[in-house]
Structure formats: structure tokens, C-alpha cells
């Protein structure tokens, strides 16, 4: 089995963890070191389990601090997946059939001058050692003048291309926060270490009401407070009359916290950090980029059909 359990088995209702997977309407799962494979893209196998769990009824639902704009299109070319939590909760989207266009079912986020503020506050306090980013109606905004040292901050190989071509780049991004013309969704920080990392957060989590997180290595999401990838997803399936007794999150990282602690069953990936293992109910076997996500919805599939 690609699942191992780390709790006893009374603490599930009375029902084996067995039982419990095969109860299973809707999986949420985070993208970055989980869905996605070390490439940052959703591999053949995990797009086939995908399209089986569909049919199956088990509902795919990423729930990512990624926009709309950086979603990967081996994810978004994937039919099955009719829905995305993105901003860690702030937006939720539809995708339609000919996967050109979303809409926002839910938008939330900073008003546009609280933004600007919140923007300018960082640049002029840590200007050098940090690389600021701004979501605003599915696009990431960066400054030109900091996505030029993009090297020097301690960001994974891969996510360079990545973070160059998904930004929009500006001259000013306190002037662009501030004529936003939607909620900003989720400002984004890059540091230059760990150590930078954590003494942000210290500050930022003392000074102010924020909900932060992470989902890379060295970087801090930053949302208005009450906002988080359970409280998007627990709207959408409300939105959808699915039952939150019948949800399975599954993630590895400070950001999928909340999701692993307080759905039906949270599942951590195998390369999942400390904090996110200590939230789950059970962990995988096989990592991301062992196409953890597939092993685990194929065994629910089984699962399921041998319990009808």
C-alpha cells in the first residue's frame, strides 16, 4: 500500500483507515513538491490516475499558492480537473471545457493601497536581500530592477526560468500594487537563506495579522489574515454541496497545514518537511518525483471498487 498510517486505528470514527479511503469524494492536492514532479509538471502517470479517479467519482482538486497565470499546462490540459483553490485559498477558479478561460468563483485578498503599503514596507526594509512579488487577478507582478538579481537568491534550478516567464515585470511595484485594480491575492517574498527566511517571518508574525507560509525552500507567502487553502477549499465544496466529511488533503509543506490537520484524511508526502508530517493522519510511501500522487489515487480506486 503507497499509504502508511501514523495514527491508531480508533482514531478514526471507528472506521480502519481502510474504510476511511474508500469514503473518499474529493482529494485536494498541493502542486509544488506533491502533484508536480521535480520538473515542476504533472507526469503521464499521474495525469492517467487522475483521469481514473475521475471516473471512479473521487474528484481532483489542486489547492496551491500558485496563480492562475503559473499553472502548469500538463496540469490545466487535464479534463478532469474542472476546479483550482489558488493564492493558498484567497481565489477559486473554474476552468471551462475548452480550458482557455477561468473564472473566479471566489476572489479575495489585500485591498490595493493596504498592498502598496505592505509592498514598499519590504523592499525599503530588507531592499537587497529580498525579492518581492505581488498576484493580482491570476498574474504575478515583480519589480524589472529585482528579478535581475534573481540568481543570487536561493531559488531552486528550476524555478528561475520559471519565476522569469511567469512575471510580469514593472518599475515600480509599490506604484503597481497600489492601482491594482482587484484584491491582491497573495504577496510573495524570495530571501536570500534560511536564516533570512526565518527572521522575516519572526518580524512579519509579531509586527502584523498575517497568514504565512511557504511552499519553496526559501520563500514566504504572505495573505490577509483568515485566509488559507482549507478555509478555499472548504468554501468551494460548499459552493459544490460536497460533504467536508468526505475530503482527503495531501501535501508537504508549512502552507498545506491547515488541510492536512483538519480534513477527513491528511495525507503528507514522503518528502514532506517536519511540520507538515507532524498535521497528517498518514504519510505516502513514494515521493513526488516517485509519482507519489498516482500510486496513492490508484490504491484509493481499488479501494473504493472493492468496497461497492
Not at 191 to 212: A, Q
Request: glycine share 6%; proline share 3%; with cysteine.
Amino acid at each position: 500500500m503507497p499509504l502508511v498510517s501514523v495514527r491508531p486505528n480508533n482514531a478514526y470514527k471507528g472506521d480502519t483507515f481502510e474504510e476511511l479511503l474508500a469514503k473518499v469524494d474529493v482529494v485536494a492536492v498541493d502542486l509544488d513538491g506533491t502533484l508536480l514532479n521535480a520538473r515542476a509538471d504533472v507526469d503521464d502517470l499521474t495525469a492517467s490516475a487522475i483521469r481514473r479517479a475521475s471516473a471512479a467519482g473521487i474528484r481532483v482538486i489542486p489547492a496551491t499558492g500558485r496563480v492562475l497565470s503559473v499553472l502548469p499546462e500538463t496540469l490545466t490540459a487535464i479534463q478532469d480537473i474542472e476546479y483550482a483553490v489558488c493564492c493558498a485559498g484567497a481565489t477559486v477558479l473554474r476552468m471551462d471545457e475548452s480550458r482557455d478561460f477561468c473564472s473566479a468563483l471566489k476572489d479575495d485578498g489585500f485591498e490595493p493601497n493596504e498592498a502598496a503599503e505592505i509592498v514598499g514596507m519590504l523592499i525599503h526594509r530588507y531592499r537587497g536581500d529580498v525579492l518581492v512579488d505581488f498576484s493580482c487577478e491570476g498574474v504575478m507582478y515583480s519589480e524589472r530592477s529585482m528579478l535581475a538579481k534573481l540568481e543570487s537568491f536561493d531559488v531552486p534550478g528550476l524555478s528561475i526560468a520559471y519565476v522569469r516567464r511567469s512575471r510580469r515585470q514593472v518599475d515600480d511595484l509599490v506604484h503597481a500594487a497600489s492601482l491594482a485594480s482587484a484584491p491582491v491575492g497573495r504577496i510573495n517574498i524570495f530571501t536570500r537563506d534560511e536564516r533570512m527566511r526565518l527572521e522575516i517571518m519572526s518580524t512579519l508574525s509579531e509586527e502584523r495579522s498575517y497568514e504565512l507560509g511557504n511552499s519553496l525552500k526559501h520563500n514566504i507567502e504572505i495573505n490577509p489574515q483568515g485566509t488559507s487553502k482549507w478555509r478555499g477549499l472548504t468554501w468551494l465544496c460548499d459552493h459544490l454541496g460536497i460533504s467536508r466529511d468526505r475530503i482527503m488533503a495531501v501535501g508537504d509543506s508549512s502552507n498545506d497545514i491547515d488541510r492536512l490537520s483538519r480534513a477527513w484524511v491528511g495525507v503528507a508526502m514522503k518528502n514532506a518537511s517536519r511540520d507538515a508530517l507532524a498535521a497528517a493522519d498518514a504519510r505516502t510511501v513514494w515521493a513526488n518525483d516517485e509519482s507519489g500522487v498516482a500510486r496513492l489515487l490508484s490504491e484509493m480506486v481499488d479501494i473504493r471498487q472493492s468496497h461497492l
